[in-house]
């Protein structure tokens, strides 16, 4: 599953494989996404309009999130 949604504060949330991702920063046409769990070392990559893809594994289960 893939989605990109608004927070709460109004900034791009990513819902991908049942974890959240805040946007972490944009260089040329890459997004950089990191885990909403600030503990989590948990990160994707957009390049473009490509769906994004998982670069660091998370160090939780999926629903601890929700």
Request: hydrophobic share 30%; aromatic share 10%.
């Amino acid at each position: 599953m893939l989605s990109i949604v608004e927070s709460k504060r109004n900034k791009p949330t990513l819902l991908l494989d049942a974890f959240r991702y805040t946007q972490d920063k944009i260089f040329n046409t890459a997004i950089y996404w990191k885990c909403e769990n600030r503990l989590c070392p948990g990160r994707a990559i957009q390049y473009g309009s490509n769906p994004p893809s998982m670069k660091k594994p998370h160090n939780h289960d999926a629903n601890e999130m929700t």
